[in-house]
């Protein structure tokens, strides 16, 4: 992996890391659907515009389906979810539950494909679970009684992601077989405009909670545009450069960054519960995707920015 990867990796996992900061600040204000509502369309507008400079025609009309499933369980409802949790959990709570994504998502492939979970991956999905119980049952700040849903609602994005990811990988495969393949690019472009078709309508019902100020806008704004749009394409990117594999690794990044910036910004408090909590869940994760830094280099191959 180059410098110029490596780079790209850590802001990926800053920017993915401030989501949920962002969400922290702004979703007791704004409300969780006033808030994604301006995520996703800040978001669709950016990529659009991007798709505009590269000249790429999003061919909404003929996938149009498939990007509402994309759209739907891959940003739509788990942004919203999020954005609930976002209103009674701490950013690194919130950045933690995040990771447990790809646990859920392989226990929702060996449903799907009717296999038996290996060993790996049951142990994996026991230090996911203990670490999320480390880090909420013995978080001081909360009360157990007021966040329970909230941590329901956190743990139902992660797994909202993973029935996407499975989609994704086997369902959208279902269809047109002489279809052409859909572009990660255009996926992201079509689903993001999806999930604002999905969740505008629903604007006038949940108004915001308090006037709306240029500060709640300007985080809602880069929510969508850096958070989402940007984000979206260094991870292609990513994808482009050294794989998909390599690419994961954002995944276990993610809370670090997010468990800092609550701390830098928000003084969220990092104890042992929080450290021990989100190092159980990311060995978890890694032992269910089966990742290894080890093998990731032995067969990529070490490189120093050329």
Same mark, same amino acid.
């Given at each position: 992996m180059t410098t110029a990867n490596i780079i790209r990796l850590l802001t990926l996992a800053a920017l993915w890391g401030g989501t949920f =900061?962002?969400?922290?600040?702004t979703a007791g204000s704004l409300g969780p659907t006033l808030l994604i509502g301006g995520r996703v369309g800040f978001a669709a507008i950016f990529l659009l515009l991007v798709a505009c400079y590269l000249k790429r025609q999003l061919t909404f009309r003929r996938y149009w389906s498939h990007f509402m499933i994309i759209g739907f369980f891959n940003s739509a409802l788990p942004f919203l979810l999020?954005?609930?949790?976002?209103?009674? =959990?701490?950013?690194?709570?919130?950045?933690?539950?995040?990771?447990?994504?790809?646990i859920w998502g392989?226990?929702?492939a060996a449903v799907l494909t009717r296999t038996a979970l290996s060993k790996q991956t049951i142990a994996g999905l026991g230090l996911g679970i203990m670490g999320v119980s480390v880090l909420v049952g013995l978080?001081?700040?909360?009360?157990?009684?007021?966040?329970m849903w909230p941590i329901v609602a956190g743990t139902l994005a992660a797994?909202?992601?993973?029935?996407a990811s499975n989609y994704a990988k086997h369902g959208a495969q279902s269809g047109d077989?002489?279809?052409?393949?859909?572009?990660?690019?255009?996926?992201?472009?079509?689903?993001m405009w999806a999930a604002t078709i999905i969740v505008v309508p =629903?604007?006038?019902?949940?108004?915001?909670?308090?006037?709306?100020?240029?500060?709640?806008?300007?985080?809602?704004?880069?929510?969508?545009?850096?958070c989402t749009g940007v984000a979206y394409l260094l991870y292609f990117k990513l994808i482009a450069d050294v794989g998909a594999?390599?690419?994961?690794?954002v995944t276990f990044l993610i809370p670090v960054f997010g468990i800092l910036w609550g701390y830098l910004f928000l003084d969220e408090s990092i104890g042992w519960h929080t450290v021990i909590g989100s190092a159980l869940v990311i060995m978890g994760t890694m032992l269910v995707t089966g990742f290894s830094l080890r093998r990731l280099y032995q067969r990529k191959g070490v490189s120093n920015g050329h």
């Open positions: =900061l962002l969400m922290r600040v999020f954005a609930y949790a976002a209103q009674t =959990l701490t950013a690194a709570t919130l950045a933690v539950l995040n990771a447990t994504a790809p392989a226990i929702i978080e001081s700040g909360f009360d157990l009684s007021v966040a797994v909202s992601y993973g029935i077989k002489s279809a052409p393949a859909i572009s990660a690019f255009d996926n992201a472009h079509g689903s =629903l604007l006038p019902f949940f108004p915001a909670n308090e006037a709306i100020t240029g500060s709640m806008v300007g985080a809602v704004v880069a929510l969508g545009v850096l594999a390599p690419a994961l690794s």
